[in-house]
């Protein structure tokens, strides 16, 4: 298993290695000029040397390893200095954004945990509705209970986040003016009042991703335990005489749950990147929005290392996908 | 031992003039969830393509004077901000957006059979084709699709004009970006085909590469080739309204379904009634495909057919 584990790690870096060069290839092809809004009345001369100081008119294989040796090299040396008090990193120059003029690293730091607190708890409100709905429109198949969360679930992979979004808005902000629609990042919680403000503000940005995880996952949960239902073991568990709920909760649940660890696993990166669009509409200032700002104001530095983070993200979860398979299910052995 | 070939009458419903597809169709009929679906997605399509002819109010016509009314008869939508016809226009986006959906759709169905035949059928280029395949699913998609917007949005716009350029680029970026999941199936289902003993008669008797993917392999992943190809247009339509809706799709006065939505939302407080509209366009049209989708996978199993 350590190994197999160790040879997965190995065989990401040239995968990573070659997703960041195309990121970069991509973004290298992109017309727009960092220095455009830049007064016209510096001098050509001075537009040079701010030019050459950003490193632009060098060519894109010297920017390419200069991006990567500070991603890979000073960003962590900076991050040890943090995190130790050493100063290994002095003098060594960070991935600058274009357009804060700060460190990337320094800007992601602040906008991680609204992603995290909005999306990382969607995401689990997402799970614990969709695991209960599939297990029971399996036991109970073909009854109302199956038919609602299929349609439910129909409509969950349906309707598309920036609808589902704007109508929550319409009913839930607008109408009944019950939750606020857009997201105060600036809200500090310290009472017991501005708790329940923060609760209120995550409500309906939550709802709307949790939608999609549970539509996805329930549906993924039924269609494994009624894989499992019908195996000569349950037979004979409940021959033994067990309990339904022994035989239903104990037995198949945890041999269903095998694919539905790893679809979880799978799926944080995806949310991520749902989460984009989400962010978007509720005016939470996460990762996603920031991305897209990025994308907006030509901020390639932050652009590349946004969207290389995602990637690391999906490399990384497919390796945890794989490796939890391999410790939950005996059948598969990683030699 | 005497296997003297019993000649068995042929069983079932005489088959002289009757392809399977009538089978398909006998069984997708008793889906009734498909079944609905594929009404609602002809009425769609139908409403969109055959509505202009009847609705002949240009979905482009200001009539600042009569801007942001409510539904009445001469509107039965309403209007927009600038006196826009809201029923025009949702028709005009709907061509797009189905155009946009069916194109995209067409583009990432053909390269993910091209990719998935070639890579399960030859096993030299298996390693570097999935290699590929693998290093596409591991690739940020959303932020690189916005990013492919900006960047050669200019571009393209110059070389064929605003609409038709966007149109280009949205559908190739869509198609280039989602081939992933049909090259996978259907390199599985040619893996899987190429170890039956009608390819290795077909093999024994000399049929070239050519032939034999276009006669034998290609016939037998059809049906999975089919659902995920159904599937693709509903992915497609809410990518593109995606893009559309984080303002990086058509030129704000092309309307698509994602753009109306985008639009609509400026005015989310004044008249929040006219999110509803594209909304329900764009998710009526993925609910029903959806639904066709999941009819057409049973209907293509031979093994539930006829059950």
């Known amino acids: 298993m350590l190994t197999f584990i160790f040879r997965r790690l190995l065989l990401a870096i040239p995968t990573l290695v070659l997703i960041s060069l195309i990121i970069f290839l991509l973004l290298d092809l992109a017309p727009g000029d960092p220095l455009a809004d830049q007064p016209l009345s510096i001098p050509p001369e001075v537009r040079q040397k701010m030019r050459d100081a950003l490193g632009l008119d060098s060519p894109a294989y010297v920017r390419y390893l200069l991006w990567a040796k500070q991603f890979f090299w000073v960003e962590p040396l900076y991050f040890i200095d943090w995190a130790i008090g050493t100063n290994f990193s002095d003098g060594l120059q960070r991935i600058v954004s274009w357009q804060f003029r700060a460190p990337v690293f320094d800007i992601i730091v602040q906008r991680v945990p609204q992603t995290l607190w909005v999306v990382g708890l969607a995401y689990l409100v997402g799970v614990m509705i969709a695991l209960p709905i599939g297990i029971i429109s399996a036991y109970k198949q073909y009854s109302w209970f199956d038919q609602v969360g299929t349609f439910v679930s129909m409509i969950g992979f349906s309707v598309p986040p920036f609808f589902s979004g704007v109508l929550m808005i319409v009913f839930f902000a607008i109408m009944l003016p019950w939750f606020p629609s857009i997201y105060d990042t600036t809200l500090v919680v310290h009472d017991f009042e501005s708790f329940g403000q923060q609760v209120r503000q995550m409500t309906l940005p939550v709802m709307v991703l949790a939608l999609q995880t549970t539509a996805q996952l329930s549906r993924f949960m039924r269609a494994s335990m009624l894989d499992n239902l019908n195996h000569d073991y349950v037979r004979t568990a409940r021959a033994k005489g067990m ?72 490399v990384l979860c497919n390796l945890i996908a794989d490796v939890l398979y391999g410790l939950l299910d005996p059948r598969i052995r990683y030699d | 031992m005497t296997d003297a070939p019993v000649l068995v009458p042929a069983t079932g419903p005489d088959t002289s003039g009757r392809s399977q597809w009538w089978d398909v169709w006998d069984q997708f009929k008793t889906h009734k969830g498909a079944l609905f679906g594929a009404a609602v997605f002809l009425f769609i ?58 194109t995209a759709m067409l583009i990432s169905v053909l390269l993910g059979t091209l990719i998935g035949v070639t890579s399960g059928y030859f096993r030299r280029l298996d390693n570097v084709l999935m290699g590929l395949t693998n290093l596409f699913l591991a690739l940020p998609l959303l932020p690189l699709l916005l990013v492919m917007v900006m960047l050669f949005r200019e571009t393209l716009a110059r070389s064929f004009g605003p609409e038709m350029g966007t149109f280009i680029l949205i559908v190739s970026a869509i198609g280039v970006t989602s081939w992933m999941q049909t090259a996978r199936i259907v390199r599985g289902e040619v893996l899987a085909l190429k170890e039956r003993e009608f390819v290795l008669a077909a093999r024994s008797i000399g049929t070239p590469p050519r032939r034999m993917i276009l006669r034998h392999v290609l016939p037998n992943v059809l049906s999975p080739i089919m659902v995920s190809a159904t599937l693709g247009i509903a992915t497609a339509i809410i990518t593109e309204s995606a893009l559309s809706f984080l303002g990086l799709g058509f030129p704000p006065d092309f309307p698509t379904w994602g753009r109306l939505l985008f639009d609509a939302v400026d005015y989310l407080q004044q008249y929040p009634e006219r999110v509803f509209w594209p909304g329900l366009a764009i998710s009526l049209t993925v609910l029903s495909v959806n639904y066709i989708g999941d009819g057409l996978r049973d209907a293509l199993d031979p093994r539930i057919r006829g059950r």
């Open chain 1, 243 to 314: 309990t339904e709920k022994v035989v239903l909760l104990v037995h198949v649940l945890r041999n269903s749950m095998i694919p539905v660890v790893t679809v979880i696993a799978l799926g944080i990166p995806s949310i991520f990147g749902g989460a984009i669009i989400t962010e978007q509409i509720f005016k939470v200032n996460g990762l996603g929005q920031l991305l897209i700002t990025a994308i907006y104001a030509n901020d390639l530095p932050m652009v590349q290392t946004l969207a290389f983070i995602f990637a690391v993200l999906i």
């Open chain 2, 45 to 102: 399509v139908l409403a969109v393509t055959l509505g202009p002819l009847v609705w002949t109010l240009e979905p482009t016509f200001i009539d600042i004077r009569a801007r942001n009314s409510g539904p009445t008869l001469v509107h039965p939508f309403g209007t927009d901000q600038l006196g826009r016809d809201i029923l025009a226009r949702m028709m005009a986006g709907g061509q797009v957006s189905i155009a946009v959906g069916l």
